[in-house]
């Protein structure tokens, strides 16, 4: 099989309050989006990659990775799900249906390369795919919906954080897809919309510090994570 990459890139990440969508905001003066699909494309397993960008996003032609032979892109759609979908639809005549895509989100520039190189190791193998994910390290309170009263702790030996990449067989991808947004269920990542088709995702024990740029404060964040990681 061979593997692809599709990165969401369509969001305007709204929680980030800056004048441009948080994956043209800058690190060291290079796009967040330029770090990330650098830091993919490092791995040499990739027939190629498909950006997900917003129907008006004007800052794509500015960027680095516009000039990169390998990397194309498609219009995105209104939620994470469905610009998913259209990268997979625009893969659709080079991806044969035991194919592996890897979906990374494009404001998640700290991927560890190990990281990478070991969720490809342990899944290339699996019938299925499956995600990295993180345990969970801080004590879990639960409300009632809307109030601040604590009903419980919620034991968290079992419970994960879900990063990304997710890696999954491009037909399994592309249809539970499909099925969990007819379903009209939330579809928050990829696994979500797999494990609604009734299919078992694996997780591979991947860094805390895969950090979603999702605040202001966390640019300063990935900016001293990726001194640290460097690669
Ligand atoms: O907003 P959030 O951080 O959850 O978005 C996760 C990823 O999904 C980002 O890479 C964002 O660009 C992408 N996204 C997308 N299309 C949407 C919404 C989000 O590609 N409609």
């Not at 290079?30 to 800052?59: K, N």
């Not at 249906?97 to 991927?111: G, Q, S, T, Y």
């Amino acid at each position: 099989s061979r593997y692809w990459l599709v990165v969401p890139a369509a969001g305007i990440g709204q929680r980030m309050q800056a004048d441009c969508p948080k994956q043209y905001l800058r690190l060291d003066g290079r796009y967040i989006l330029d770090i990330t699909l650098s830091r993919l494309l490092q791995h040499p397993c990739f027939s190629g990659c498909m950006v997900a960008l917003h129907p008006e996003d004007s800052w794509w032609p500015g960027t680095l990775a516009s000039t990169n032979p390998r990397i194309h892109t498609c219009t995105g759609g209104r939620e994470r799900a469905d610009s998913v979908l259209a990268a997979l639809a625009a893969l659709a005549t080079r991806a044969a249906p035991d194919d592996w895509v890897l979906v990374h989100d494009v404001a998640r520039p700290c991927l560890h390369p190990g990281d990478l190189d070991r969720l490809i190791t342990r899944l290339s193998g699996h019938a299925v795919g499956g995600l990295l994910a993180a345990p969970v390290t801080d004590t879990l309170k639960r409300t009632r919906p809307g109030s601040l009263e604590v009903e419980a702790t919620v034991d968290r030996s079992s419970l994960w954080r879900a990063l990304t990449p997710q890696m999954f067989r491009y037909q399994i991808l592309a249809e539970a897809l499909v099925k969990a947004l007819d379903a009209g269920v939330a579809v928050t990542d990829e696994a979500s919309a797999v494990e609604h088709a009734g299919l078992i995702p694996e997780l591979v024990e991947g860094r805390s510090d895969n950090l979603k740029i999702t605040l202001p404060a966390d640019l300063a964040l990935a900016g001293f994570i990726l001194g640290q990681i460097g690669g």
